[in-house]
């Protein structure tokens, strides 16, 4: 890819969530590690998918990003700009710039409001975007951009279905013509056949306003399908960041290679032959992270150095991306090998 | 396929399949009208093997199976046609005395979410015992015995010291296990799994599926494995029966129906799929959305988003048409569809 310019740039970024104990007299016992250390860049245009199972810190990643959470430290810098110390009107400017399409398209939309409040709503934030008089006709034409008949403006979400509620709530976020949109877990609960046309959905949007995607979710075959490049979290650190390819074809963080032998592929022929990594136990609690590594515990190439020595994020000999383990090696854990 | 196999519930030698649905019918009254949940459904599971019933949410496959269990709330739900029969007896016919012995011993289910299946306010090995004490008449002393057996059995690992924990203090993989181990309690024949892995993370659901797997090859149960994923289905079952709109559109023996789909909705599902071993273009999309089960579409309830559709598909309903020894596909024109000409 050529040296595109960079939209997002996410550096070191740290969220801890304090535990604390008592009530009258509370003090701090400890911190659930959610985001523990994130960096990467994000380029007009592409879609960087975020894979990891739950817990591992991916939707506290994309509410750190949105300033829905301030970060305990690091930076989200949005065109330069650093939205993690904006504040009052300047944070209520960026956020313009930086839209998100939320998992569950039956509680993220209100069912009082009809869609035409839901998707115009923005305008209503953000009144100097547009005048009053145009609003309903712009509504109007985001309806029929993301596929819904713009006469059903004054329909309520429970008229529709979950496919085309989630299409009202990726209308709203296009309203206001950002530049980032960050979806999290946008089809995870659609049907298989509904499914598909939310995701040429964002397809098309993508090209025809030159958008910016993060896309979070945890089925890997939907982020290989939409992304250019895909990072892999692992108790709230990236543990492999590359191109689609270069994670899928050739993975290099044996964490990465279990997720990816652990995942059914739709065609039985030499399923038998087909070798899996299973991973023993649940991930740790992010409360208390192993020292180094912290995949070391499940680890089937874990040494000494996994656990007195944290592996950077870089690229590694033999090897063509970012990886955070000692010992990677490229495998091709997908494909049948015949 | 068929086993003699001897036991509490009287197993016997029937020479027929281990459990078969013929014809099956099952509606809702609400408010709104009739909901036609099940229209019809066939098909049958033998000893060791594995039925995969593939459909989107609404497409009737968790109503056959809850009636298949006798769990099914009546009202609203009711059965309007069809048998079930087990080792040959229809057992929709029995007084509710004998399909409580049935149930657990002959036929058991393991539900998609765990932690609301348990119940929170008693410890796991209690509810996993309590098996034993009501079914087996145990004492308490045995059935806890049997209790850390079966957790061992299932993979929880320090079982012992675990087995007076309760629900919330398990992690989401491990509280699907034991809801195996309760399923499997009492040797069940055949094991119904509706979406058991659909909650968990791709790891743990390996975990799980190689679980059942091993557990289904060391008593030879019969396994229905109720799923919407395509993948899982490729990965483990035998024959596959493909639901929608509360009808079986589509049977296959799972190499048959990857290869070569004979149903359109199953095609159009294969294709609209994206895969982790292969970076596609533009995903196909079928069109339109799943029926609304008050107002089943007339003929076929897949006519409207067909790309195969004649003017008779409004009309006629197709039959199951047998297209081999094991195939059937409930479409006029599935010689179509197989030739792949659209």
């Not at chain 1, 250390?37 to 939707?59: A, P």
């Not at chain 2, 806890?144 to 012992?160: C, F, N, S, T, Y």
Request: glycine share 8%; charged share 25%.
């Amino acid at each position: 890819m050529a040296p595109a310019e960079s939209i997002l740039e996410v550096r070191d970024l740290v969220k801890h969530f304090p535990l604390t104990q008592g009530i009258v007299f509370k003090r701090q016992i400890g911190a659930i590690k959610a985001v523990d250390g994130v960096s990467f860049d994000l380029h007009r245009g592409e879609t960087l998918g975020v894979v990891g199972e739950s817990g591992c810190g991916k939707s506290t990643l994309a509410k750190v990003m949105m300033a829905l959470e301030r970060p305990t430290s690091g930076s989200v810098k949005v065109n330069g700009k650093d939205i993690t110390k904006a504040k009052g009107a300047e944070l209520k400017h960026m956020r313009r710039n930086i839209q998100m399409v939320m998992q569950d398209p039956y509680t993220s939309l209100n069912p009082r409001m009809t869609v035409g409040d839901i998707v115009g709503e923005p305008f209503e934030i953000h009144s100097e975007v547009l005048p009053k008089g145009g609003r309903r006709k712009r509504v109007q034409e985001l309806l029929d951009v993301v596929g819904l008949n713009p006469d059903h403006i004054n329909r309520y979400p429970h008229q529709f279905s979950g496919g085309q509620r989630q299409r009202i709530g990726i209308a709203r976020g296009l309203a206001l013509q950002p530049e980032v949109i960050i979806c999290d877990e946008p089809v995870s609960a659609l049907d298989v056949s509904i499914q598909a046309q939310v995701m040429n959905l964002l397809d098309r949007l993508q090209k025809e306003f030159n958008l910016a995607y993060i896309f979070i979710a945890h089925d890997l075959s939907v982020v290989r399908h939409i992304s250019d490049r895909v990072a892999v979290m692992y108790l709230g650190k990236i543990v492999e960041l590359g191109g689609d390819s270069q994670i899928y074809d050739r993975p290099s963080h044996p964490y990465t290679q279990a997720l990816l032998s652990a995942v059914p592929v739709p065609n039985p022929e030499g399923r038998e032959a087909r070798e899996r990594i299973i991973l023993q136990g649940d991930p740790p609690s992010p409360a208390n992270p192993p020292s180094g590594c912290r995949f070391r515990t499940r680890c089937w190439k874990a040494q000494d150095i996994c656990a007195k020595e944290e592996p950077l994020l870089q690229i590694r000999p033999g090897t063509d991306h970012l990886s955070a383990c000692h010992f990677a090696e490229a495998l091709d854990v997908v494909h049948v090998q015949s | 396929m068929v086993e003699v196999l001897s036991g509490p519930t009287g197993r016997g030698s029937y020479s027929g399949a281990l459990l078969e649905v013929e014809n099956l019918h099952v509606e809702f009254h609400t408010r709104q009208g009739v909901a036609k949940a099940v229209n019809g459904v066939t098909y049958s599971v033998n000893p060791g093997e594995t039925l995969a019933v593939l459909g989107e949410s609404g497409s009737g496959k968790s109503v056959t199976a809850q009636t298949i269990m006798g769990i099914l709330d009546m009202p609203p739900g009711k059965v309007t046609g069809g048998e079930i029969r087990f080792r040959g007896v229809d057992i929709l016919k029995l007084p509710e005395e004998q399909r409580r012995r049935i149930r657990g011993e002959g036929i058991s289910m393991v539900f998609q979410d765990a932690l609301s299946a348990l119940n929170p306010v008693f410890p796991v090995g209690w509810q996993i015992a309590e098996m034993f004490r009501i079914h087996r008449g145990s004492s308490r002393s045995d059935a806890k015995k049997k209790a850390v057996e079966l957790m061992d059995r299932v993979r929880i690992p320090g079982a012992r010291d675990r087995v007076n924990d309760f629900p919330h203090q398990f992690s989401g993989g491990m509280r699907q296990r034991i809801m195996i181990a309760m399923a499997i309690a009492l040797d069940p024949e055949i094991l119904i799994a509706d979406e058991p892995t659909t909650a968990l993370d791709v790891t743990v659901q390996a975990q799980i599926m190689g679980l059942l797997a091993d557990l289904q090859r060391d008593s030879n149960m019969g396994l229905i494995l109720i799923t919407h994923d395509l993948g899982v289905v490729a990965d483990v079952a035998d024959k596959i029966a493909v639901m929608y709109g509360g009808r079986i559109v589509e049977t296959a023996p799972v190499h048959d129906l990857y290869r070569t789909p004979a149903h359109p909705y199953t095609k159009g599902l294969l294709e609209s799929i994206p895969r982790v071993d292969l970076k596609g273009q533009e995903l196909y999309a079928i069109k339109g959305m799943p029926p609304n089960l008050l107002e089943m579409p007339s003929g076929c309830a897949f006519h409207p988003r067909c790309p195969y559709r004649r003017e008779d598909c409004a009309t006629a309903v197709p039959p199951l048409y047998p297209i081999s020894g094991t195939r059937g596909s409930a479409c006029h024109y599935w010689r179509e569809v197989v030739d792949g000409s659209r």
